[in-house]
């Protein structure tokens, strides 16, 4: 089967398109044939050796992928059954969704719900899910359309762009920070009423600024995370998903004692089948036909080491989307 295989050399990561053979594959419940697989901020630091994402060598990276079942030790998976795959590790320490096929635990994959195709699951991707459970935090926390605006923060990436367009679609008004100015017509078709500089949110603030959001999608953190904080209403909840701008969290106790606000972390790695599921499902129902167009680049997988320089570099808007087979 053809991959993209990482391999370490003098301290340096190479990557490389090249043929492996199936029975390298890591043991597991059950073998997938790989349709789309796609290249998040995570995979782009992987494959160009930018970030500490990759421990053992060699590895295919990918963090989520979706295809057919080649072949299944368990008996809640058949052959042909068409299925996804987000989180767990895979592209990181466990080969992931750039390549053909992959073998991986059963408990890993969920079956694609109705009306769902591999394709679109594939533009939905980790970011996409991980949107729609931010999304799921900022109602179980009593956030509606009513409360008032929402703030979604890193915009113009993955998880920010889908969760535009679940709030746009659930009748909530958006306020989108985006660092980008192309990206302003984009965001702006996804359902953003506003769109703020990142610049605004990137600088030292108070502990408590005027009360303007009354919930947020951030996907950035630091500095970001703690202006954001700053400015939500009283009650009002944070769904915090990113670690783009670091893992310190410049603020005080203030926002949440006076002012009762909620930080919900929302990692989807670690989201519990049942939960994964439940969100799958609602992201068939609620995101319109119109994203599966406006949110996709599509390339191969010769493509994808030059696609993962242009992403860390910013020249890409929303999911990109690897066409394995």
């Not at 991986?104 to 533009?123: Q, S, T």
């Not at 985006?178 to 605004?200: F, K, M, V």
Request: with cysteine; hydrophobic share 45%; net charge neutral.
């Amino acid at each position: 089967m053809q991959a993209l295989v990482l391999e370490q050399a003098d301290g340096k990561t190479l990557a490389s398109i090249r043929q492996v053979d199936s029975s390298d594959l890591p043991p597991g419940d059950v073998t997938v044939d790989i349709e789309w697989s796609g290249i998040n901020y995570k995979d782009a630091l992987a494959i160009t050796g930018k970030g500490k994402i990759i421990r053992q060598f060699p590895m295919v990276p990918g963090i989520d992928f979706a295809g057919k079942v080649h072949t299944s030790s368990d008996p809640r998976f058949h052959s042909g059954q068409s299925v996804v795959l987000t989180g767990w590790g895979v592209g990181e320490n466990h080969w992931g969704g750039l390549a053909e096929q992959a073998r991986v635990k059963a408990d890993w994959l969920v079956a694609l719900p109705e009306g769902l195709e591999a394709r679109h699951a594939m533009i939905i991707g980790t970011a996409g899910l991980t949107a729609m459970l931010c999304v799921m935090a900022l109602e179980e926390g009593g956030v509606t359309p009513e409360s008032g605006e929402v703030l979604v923060t890193a915009a113009s990436g993955g998880v920010g762009s889908t969760a535009i367009a679940l709030l746009h679609a659930l009748g909530y008004r958006v306020t989108a920070v985006s660092g980008r100015e192309s990206t302003h017509d984009y965001l702006q078709q996804l359902g953003a009423t506003h769109i703020l500089p990142r610049s605004e949110f990137s600088e030292a603030s108070r502990p408590l600024e005027k009360q303007r959001w009354a919930g947020a999608i951030d996907a950035a953190g630091g500095q970001v995370l703690a202006s954001v904080l700053a400015q939500t209403s009283w009650g009002g909840v944070v769904a915090a998903c990113g670690l783009a701008g670091g893992f310190d969290l410049p603020t005080s106790v203030m926002p949440f004692i006076l002012r009762n606000v909620r930080l919900q972390g929302v990692d989807s790695v670690m989201a519990p089948t049942a939960r994964r599921i439940a969100a799958w499902k609602r992201l068939v129902k609620v995101l319109p036909a119109s994203f599966y167009q406006q949110a996709t680049t599509e390339i191969s997988l010769s493509q994808a080491p030059e696609a993962a320089e242009k992403l860390l570099n910013n020249q890409i808007t929303g999911r990109t989307l690897v066409r394995v087979r």
